[in-house]
């Protein structure tokens, strides 16, 4: 429990910050992080902090990136996590492109849970965005149902001028495939040009648009994950569409339960606060899990009580970095 009450289960393990995509919010143009990869956590290690985390109490654990399957070990430390006592939960985010190999090694490894990256369905656009093949996405989604994922999510991330018109055709693309779809408010993560009155577009906005195509019915009791997402469901289409408000929600911080580790070692309490504490040197120099376990808790007690995204923000890493 942090110190205003809340209980934090979660961790988000970013595994690397390498990507094979470049989507335009989360990697600024000329990023080269990848090109320190000795400060990247060793599998042993990202096995570590996960068992000391279950041990104080974390539960839930999603794999992130960067594009986590660009890491090759990735299956074994999944296999590694679902070993230790106390995981209940293993989950991936990740942009699909490399699913269609590794759906079904990943679920067979113990993953549970899929979340994909999917900005647009047109492939142009697709491409502006990313800079990927959705064919590849589109792939890769077909082989994670077939791989039987206990939930698999699309995520789409909202950008006035850019994708609004994406919206309907994911949401009818959703509905077709039984696919939950998660609308999510641009944030201040990579630099401060990617956030601006002009290119940001407000969940409730999106649920505007989509009351001109049918009726958005309140699901309030209806929970997928453990993230932060307020679900609808669409009366015509059937279709499942949770909203993300960071920067609407004034009360988006209330029920927080999660932690971040970057892929260089370092535990964020907050995506949205600058606040960071290094476990990598206690890794690779403390043998005693204690050290380990003492800086997860300061990190916990280090938990604001929101995020900084409204306050004129300005990001020190990009989104990449810090993991998704």
Known sequence: MDTFGRTIDYLRISVTDRCNERCLYCMP??????????????????????????????????LTGGEPLVRADLPDIVRGMRAIPGVEHIGISTNGTKLAALAQPLREAGVGTVNVSLDAFDPILYRRITGGDVQAVLSGLRAAVAAGFECIKLNTVLMRGVNEQEIWP??????????????????????TDVLTEKNFMSVGEAMELLRQKDELIPQPDWRLGFGPAKYYQLKHTGARVGFIGAMTNLHFCETCNKMRLTADGKVRPCLGDHGEIDLR????????????????????????????????????????AIGG
């Open 29 to 62: 143009e000329g990023y080269k992080g990848w090109e320190r990869k000795p400060d990247h956590l060793t599998a042993d290690e990202i096995l570590r902090v996960a068992r000391v985390a279950a041990r104080i109490g974390f539960r839930k654990f999603r």
């Open 281 to 320: 040197h206690a890794l690779r120099h403390e043998p005693d899990d204690d050290a380990i376990q003492d800086l997860l808790r300061a990190a916990l007690q280090r938990k604001p009580l929101e995020h900084s995204f409204r306050n004129a923000y300005q990001p020190c890493r990009p989104m990449t």
């Open 170 to 191: 994911l949401v009818l693309f959703a509905a077709e495939h039984g696919l939950p779809l998660r609308l999510i408010e641009l944030m201040p993560v990579t630099t």
